[in-house]
């Protein structure tokens, strides 16, 4: 009896069970008709209209953004890679949240929080509770990694292509015009770029961030931050303190406590070892500890949503032709220095790629500071403009600028010990140390120090 119990609570082992049973079909039927015809109960119509409902990965962003709106999110984090045959994707909004308890029963048929009624947009009707239902059958595995009422929430999805394809090429971005005062994207391909753009165009006022999985959590953390510091912002309930906690446990019991928003935490991290804990235990992001340690050093530069992205497109004539014929780096390249995968390469050049994302576009999100000026260099030189041909790529370039991972603190600390080093070596040729220099970039720490001879 036990052992039965136990097979029967179990999805895969529970059809095994009935298939060898020989009542696996017959649970699907309500009613048999004759002649080979029978009538579907409920469930079984509802299961294979919903494994129609998804066919490709562009419809499975499609159904998570419209259930971010819905949820009133206002900023929401899209972060994927390819690995082999599989699209594996982040989803993290800032929404009203799901309550602990119903983690699991979300991604059941007819399960919705719209009491009154669904929602009607250009994709058609939203609110029949089926959504997640129909992307869990599509999938590998979804899960809900982090979420809680008012507090956003974070989706961790693995999708197999070669049962649910997206479209082959995700390196090509649509054109951005302007027509009788609207923006109108043309050509491309169906793609996942092509995709966010389009919602982004309708829902004007949901910032939509778009990257890899180390870019999204940067990004969050980049804003987190700056949110903390804005006046009549959260930080007095928050506190600035975060950075005392290495322990998982303590900080995990502040989180909860203060009822942080989930794309607020990577914000309140300070060190290196508490960021790879919220990486894999709130967003299950599988990052190598020198991608961590990047992104706590702000070496990885933030994304920015594509609404800004078109609008800069758009206010920068000097790039608009070129724009449509930009590509990004390929999945393979993408995820150099960014997963654990790629961190046994031994690849330690400064040199990062950036993901299948518009955000990272150097050449727009920095137009009117250093990239207008090389520009304009190549305009005098009669160079042709190329902001990333087919075969060349987009890369996003880091200097490491590793003297900015001490704190000024800590360089007063590194530059007494030396100071006092020179006074004990320097008793018994009377000298003593004078004035100190000291000169910090990128990753050169320089100091210079005056030499005097002693009275």
């Not at 409920?42 to 962003?61: G, T, V, Y």
């Not at 303590?250 to 990486?279: C, H, Q, R, W």
Request: neutral net charge; contains cysteine.
């Amino acid at each position: 009896m036990n052992a039965t119990k136990n097979i029967m609570n179990e999805g895969e082992g529970f059809q095994k069970f009935l298939s060898d049973l020989g009542i696996n079909d017959i649970l699907k039927i309500e009613e048999d008709l004759g002649n080979g015809y029978v009538r579907l109960k409920i469930s079984e119509a509802e299961r294979r209209q919903a494994l129609q409902d998804i066919k490709c990965i562009e419809d499975i962003i499609v159904e998570l953004l419209r259930n971010s709106r819905d949820a009133k999110s206002r900023n929401i984090f899209i972060g994927t890679r390819k690995s082999s045959a599989r699209r594996i994707i982040h989803f993290i909004d800032d929404g009203v949240g799901i309550p602990p308890d119903f983690h699991n029963v979300i991604f059941e048929s007819r399960v919705t929080s719209k009491l009154e009624d669904g929602v009607s947009d250009s994709y058609g009707f939203h609110g029949r509770g089926m959504a997640l239902f129909s992307i869990k059958l599509n999938v590998e595995e979804i899960k809900i990694t982090y979420s809680n009422e008012m507090r956003g929430t974070s989706i961790y999805l693995v999708a197999n292509l070669d049962k649910i394809p997206e479209k082959k090429d995700q390196s090509i971005l649509p054109e951005v015009v302007e027509s009788d005062g609207k923006v109108e994207i043309r050509g491309g391909v169906n793609n996942i770029i092509k995709t966010l753009i389009n919602f982004s165009l309708q829902n004007e006022d949901i910032n939509i961030f778009y990257g890899t999985p180390a870019q999204i959590l940067a990004t969050m953390r980049k804003a987190a931050i700056r949110e903390n510091k804005a006046p009549g912002s959260r930080k007095e309930k928050i506190g600035d303190d975060c950075a005392k906690f290495y322990d998982w446990d303590d900080f995990f019991k502040y989180i909860e406590n203060k009822k942080v928003k989930v794309t607020e935490i990577p914000g309140l991290v300070d060190n290196y070892s508490l960021m790879e804990e919220v990486a894999t235990r709130i967003f299950n992001m599988n990052l190598s500890t020198r991608t961590v340690q990047r992104i706590v050093y702000n070496e990885i530069s933030p994304l920015k949503p594509l609404n800004k992205c078109y609008l800069d497109y758009l206010s920068h004539p000097e790039v608009k032709e070129n724009f449509v014929r930009m590509r990004v780096c390929s999945e393979e390249e993408k995820s150099i220095g960014d997963e654990k995968e790629a961190s046994s390469s031994g690849n330690n050049n400064s040199t990062y790629k950036s993901a299948d994302s518009i955000n990272n576009i150097d050449g727009i999100n920095n137009i009117d500071t250093e990239h207008k000026g090389n520009l304009e260099a190549r305009k005098s030189k009669g160079e042709k403009k190329n902001w990333g041909g087919a075969s060349q790529g987009i890369n996003l370039y880091d200097e490491l600028n590793l003297i900015g991972r001490f704190k000024d603190e800590e360089v007063r600390c590194i530059i007494s010990a030396i100071e006092e080093k020179v006074r004990e070596i320097g008793r018994k040729y009377f000298i003593t140390p004078g004035n100190i220099e000291i000169k910090r970039a990128n990753n050169i720490l320089n100091i210079l120090i005056e030499l005097k001879e002693k009275n």
